[in-house]
């Protein structure tokens, strides 16, 4: 089995910035995608920045030039890095991997963290 822990997130002014960390462990053979999705109550979860084992990003184009998505392989961690934050950027974020196990493949979720943004 496959957790995820996520730290970093909190309560910052609007033009701030956060980074949010989230660290994979269990028996894992190797992870392929990590990402970061973030949902708001009443809407859908929505991809906000995924990284590949080989370093391809991809980002929501709500925070293109404004976040930036990196990860340590040797750690599996995974980070995001948040600056000129907005309040519409408040949300609970999400850790997302997927990758192999010595049991198959999984794909695990973190427990969320909160993103608050004040005006």
């Known amino acids: 089995q496959v957790q995820l822990v996520e730290s970093g997130g909190g309560l910052v002014q609007a033009g701030g910035s956060l980074r949010l960390s989230c660290a994979a462990s269990?028996?894992?053979?190797?992870?392929?995608?990590m990402g970061w999705y973030r949902q708001v109550p009443g809407k859908q979860r929505e991809l906000v920045a995924a990284i590949t084992s080989g370093g391809s990003t991809n980002y929501a184009d709500s925070v293109k030039g404004r976040f930036t998505i990196s990860r340590d392989n040797a750690k599996n961690t995974v980070y995001l890095r948040m600056n000129s934050l907005r309040p519409e950027d408040t949300a609970v974020y999400y850790c997302n991997t997927v990758g192999f196990t010595p049991a198959g493949d999984f794909g695990s979720w973190g427990q969320g963290t909160q993103v608050t943004v004040s005006s």
């Open positions: 269990g028996s894992i053979l190797s992870i392929n995608a």
